[in-house]
């Protein structure tokens, strides 16, 4: 494995731990105001994730950063191309962060109910736009051969790419659900349980199309990728542990679900980057995006100090608030 490669796998991993962690967080956003049903309950619900969203959200900074320095090439195509969905991205990501500071601020309804809808649609905006973007680097996109994007705002909708946010926002919604229903008690839980035993046969559903789409994209042979099947049955498993009322279990399966589902995309998009439409010689690729080598050693040394510190931080941190909470008037 050449450090081009590697870092092409740290990237890979980057993302897929981003949205196992921000995966529930995502759900959990979207979901509030339906699992809460009354205020006690909305504010129980965010509390699920009150100690644990903004530290999800550093992965997706570290994995923006990462492939600024690892492959500055594919950097420059991709934020130059989608910087107008990046900027609504952005406004997604701050909508959902001032929520959770400013919604318990005011003892007012109408307060309350504002920032509560700007945490729902932050939250169902942020996986649908980044869901988008990762669809449009296998489907292709207009590249000409200077690595530089040729098309619009608009040719960024590419159905495949719209259908792939989609899935990853349906699977948000089966992971929040059975996260909150893995970290409440009373009322709360059984409507969470109710909730997820619908979401996850959906995300299911919406997975296996993805899985088919995906693979006549990818165009690798007749045979399935073992990654997207696998994630197809750990839905599969989510929505029958979820009907047995073993949440625990459920979260576990829809964990793996999102994590091979975001790690199939770039096992097919391997060894590409980004996919040219306009001529297969322009595709970016691991070989042509690179850093020098030097840059890579010293980013190397850097992430197998850092990477394990990180992890054992971030099990810890969910070690410590790993309680159920109750709802509290």
């Not at 950063?65 to 690892?70: R, T």
């Amino acid at each position: 494995m050449t450090l081009a490669e590697f870092w092409f796998l740290i990237i890979a991993l980057l993302w897929t731990g981003f949205f196992l962690l921000e995966g529930f967080d995502f759900g959990v956003g979207m979901l509030h105001g339906i699992v809460g049903g009354d205020e006690a309950g909305r504010r129980t619900a965010i509390s699920t994730i009150g100690p644990l969203w903004d530290g999800n959200e550093v992965w997706l900074i570290v994995a923006g950063a990462a492939m600024f320095a690892a492959f500055p090439g594919w950097y420059a195509t991709l934020f130059s191309g989608f910087y107008l969905a990046l900027v609504l991205l952005l406004a997604a990501l701050m909508a959902r962060g001032t929520s959770f500071e400013y919604r318990g601020k005011r003892d007012s309804p109408a307060w309350r109910a504002t920032w509560s809808w700007l945490l729902g649609a932050g939250s169902l905006l942020a996986p649908l736009l980044i869901g988008i973007a990762l669809g449009d680097l296998l489907h292709g996109l207009p590249i000409n051969a200077a690595h530089e994007y040729t098309g619009s705002f608009w040719t960024l909708l590419q159905p495949y790419g719209i259908y792939t946010g989609i899935t990853l926002v349906v699977l948000c919604l089966a992971h929040g659900a059975t996260f909150i229903a893995l970290k409440t008690s009373g009322g709360l839980r059984r409507r969470a349980v109710r909730l997820a035993r619908l979401l996850a046969p959906a995300a299911a559903l919406a997975l296996l199309g993805f899985v088919i789409w995906t693979h006549s994209i990818a165009h690798k042979g007749l045979l399935p990728n073992p990654v997207e099947i696998a994630g197809v049955l750990a839905m599969l498993a989510a929505a029958w542990l979820v009907a047995d009322d073993r949440e625990g279990w459920a979260f576990a399966a829809t964990t793996v679900a999102i994590t091979l589902t975001v790690l199939s995309l770039f096992s097919e998009l391997y060894p590409r980057v980004m996919v040219s439409t306009t001529n297969p010689a322009y595709d970016l690729t691991i070989s042509n995006t690179a850093s020098p080598g030097y840059p890579l050693k010293v980013m190397t040394i850097v992430v197998v100090i850092a990477l394990p510190a990180v992890l054992a931080y971030t099990a810890w941190t969910y070690y410590v608030f790993r309680r159920r909470l109750k709802e509290s008037p």
